[in-house]
């Protein structure tokens, strides 16, 4: 018997955990990010477009570990009848304009009317009771992620109002 999958991926309110690790992960594998651990949890759910025992089409907020939220839209989908999942995950809105990028989610109903830094896909299965990546099944159609900002300590110090030698 398939597993259901809005009891593998919550949408609910308070156990989220499997779906913050699986957008986690769905990004450390695109090398999006460093680790699927970066995230420090999901901000919000901002809508939630479909949701059943074989699809799920979510889209929200998620924090990462430096305390920046990110957009993102997740689809998961069954493929055919046992736990093999295709899935596609759009994160990072790339509007100019922040109005623009803030107010994306709730203006369209699709991911592929909106700009994104990132778009990835790949296949997923059931894996002692939790979705898991497939190895090697990610593929990544877009990846235009900005540099981060260097950490704090390995920022250029500005130089003293001394004047520079003249030597």
Same mark, same amino acid.
């Given at each position: 018997?398939?597993?259901? %999958?809005?009891? *593998? ?9 499997? *779906?913050?690790? !699986? ?8 090398? $999006? ?8 949890? *999901?901000?919000?759910?901002?809508? $939630? %477009? =479909? ?10 907020? @998620?924090? /990462?570990?430096?305390? /920046? @939220?990110?957009? !993102?839209? *997740? ?5 055919? /009848?046992?736990?093999?999942?295709? #899935?596609?995950?759009? !994160?990072? $809105? ?19 009317? @909106?700009? #994104? ?7 997923? /299965? ?7 990546? $497939?190895?090697?099944?990610? +593929?990544?159609? @877009?990846?235009?992620?900005? =540099? ?5 300590? %390995? ?6 109002? +001394? ?5």
């Amino acid at each position: 018997m398939p597993t259901d %999958l809005a009891a *593998l991926l919550s949408v609910d309110p308070g156990p989220q955990a499997a *779906l913050d690790w !699986f957008i986690g992960s769905c990004l450390y594998e695109a090398n $999006v990010w460093e680790s699927p651990r970066t995230s420090d949890g *999901l901000h919000s759910i901002a809508r $939630v %477009l =479909e949701r059943g025992p074989d699809c799920l089409n979510v889209c929200g907020r @998620i924090w /990462t570990i430096d305390q /920046t @939220i990110h957009a !993102f839209w *997740l689809q998961v989908r069954r493929d055919g /009848t046992d736990d093999r999942y295709s #899935w596609f995950l759009a !994160f990072e $809105v790339a509007y100019a304009s922040s109005r623009k990028a803030e107010n994306a989610l709730d203006n369209h109903d699709r991911p592929e009317d @909106i700009e #994104w830094h990132a778009r990835i896909s790949g296949e997923a /299965t059931v894996e002692d009771g939790a979705l898991a990546i $497939v190895p090697d099944s990610t +593929r990544v159609i @877009i990846r235009d992620m900005p =540099e981060p900002e260097p950490a704090k300590e %390995l920022r250029r110090r500005p130089r003293s109002g +001394r004047p520079a030698s003249t030597r």
